[in-house]
């Protein structure tokens, strides 16, 4: 089997959900600036006021003919003024305060709301929708320069990814169409009756090259339609196409001796019936493909914690760990180790570039033993069990 990459799960590391908040950070600020500067205007108030209540008292009780009684008065009197202070003063600032990081937290969420419009709509283009723009509508400024530059690189990137498809579309064909004359020219010499049996072996060996180059063009040409946007999305059963695509596969597993197993449950989810398709078909032709003779397969279809998912698990030759992320790329394959020479060394990445197409993974470990277990998991179709257990 053509290994398939293995890569970390994405997942974000656990926290707490509003870790990171440039707002809240904001509000944090603004709140702790606030009641800095009025600590300080209360500090000074209270110095303020015990030197006049210090001086009007003096005023009042002379030193030179204050008794010990009046002394003890401007005691009780000044303490009494800087609780009273301290205590109507702290209250007040405590009530301002709350009510200053309330109006920081507004004002900075309308600050930051141009920055979640560029957010939003760069995690759209995120998802392969390069149409979209964001249109700021504001006054001239450092966000409306940010988004106005923005749009001009989605562009110039939407103008170069048109020419892309526009590219693929015309060489599929120019490619394609000298290929079916050459097969058809082939076919045809071969049906004469005055061929010698050389010329009829070359001919079988021509037919077999050419199969191979037409499959080579449309595998490329699926691997191009899966890393662009999904146009078509119906609800569907993974169960259901494992098993026509097993039952399709089962001459050529018959013919390379290959024992195939299944295990299908429901898992059902939104995409492309073609493209999902030929993602099943490219992990069971793999298997067959790449098993030793007299080995076995088992294809598993399941609703996992993340989704639906589908698995393919091979024998074969044995694959270390870190050989599979090199062969995550196309056209690389292990040719000396395993017999890939037969496959384009596109089948395991046209199955990764469907799967994240549709908003999933597929992940590949080593087979204790030898060969490979692929694990593709999509996005559950809403409603589903696995939906519920989400």
């Known amino acids: 089997m053509s290994p398939h990459g293995s890569r970390p799960d994405p997942a974000a590391r656990p926290g707490l959900p509003w870790r990171g908040s440039l707002r809240l950070r904001l509000t944090a600020v603004f709140g702790l600036l606030f ?138 064909h120019e490619l394609k169409t000298p290929l079916v004359i050459n097969r058809t020219l082939v076919e045809v010499a071969m049906n004469q009756r005055d061929v010698p049996p050389e010329t009829r072996q070359l001919g079988a060996h021509l037919l077999a090259v050419n199969a191979r180059h037409e499959r080579l063009i449309d595998a490329l040409l699926t691997l191009a339609r899966a890393e662009d946007a999904l146009t078509d999305r119906v609800p569907l059963d993974l169960a259901g196409i494992c098993a026509a695509v097993i039952e399709a596969a089962g001459p050529e597993a018959a013919q390379e001796e290959v024992r195939m197993a299944q295990r299908l449950a429901p898992a059902r989810t939104v995409g492309d019936p073609i493209l999902l398709e030929q993602l099943i078909r490219n992990l069971v032709e793999n298997a067959v493909r790449h098993n030793r003779r007299g080995g076995h397969l088992e294809v598993t279809t399941r609703h996992g914690a993340r989704g639906a998912q589908v698995e393919v698990t091979n024998t074969g030759a044995v694959i270390s760990a870190h050989e599979i992320p090199v062969l995550f790329e196309p056209f690389r394959r292990l040719t000396d180790r395993i017999g890939s020479a037969r496959g384009s060394g596109l089948g395991l990445s046209i199955v990764r570039a469907v799967a994240q197409a549709h908003g999933g993974d597929a992940v590949a470990v080593p087979r204790p033993g030898g060969g490979l277990t692929v694990c593709v998991t999509l996005p559950a179709r809403a409603g589903s069990a696995g939906a519920r257990r989400r």
């Open 35 to 172: 009641f800095i500067a009025a600590a300080a205007v209360l500090a000074g108030a209270v110095i303020l006021v015990r030197n006049s209540m210090q001086y009007s008292l003096d005023i009042v009780f002379s030193p030179d003919h204050a008794s010990d009684s009046d002394a003890g008065t401007k005691s009780i009197i000044m303490d009494s003024m800087r609780r009273n202070l301290l205590t109507k003063g702290g209250l007040t600032v405590l009530v301002v305060g709350v009510l200053a990081t309330t109006a920081g937290w507004l004002v900075s969420g309308r600050l930051l709301r141009p920055l979640h419009q560029i957010t939003s709509t760069a995690e759209r283009i995120a998802g392969r929708t390069l149409h979209r723009r964001i249109a700021l509508d504001l006054p001239p400024g450092e966000v409306k320069r940010l988004a106005d530059a923005f749009d001009q690189m989605l562009d110039r990137l939407d103008s170069a990814f048109a020419g892309q498809e526009r590219f693929i579309a015309n060489a599929a």
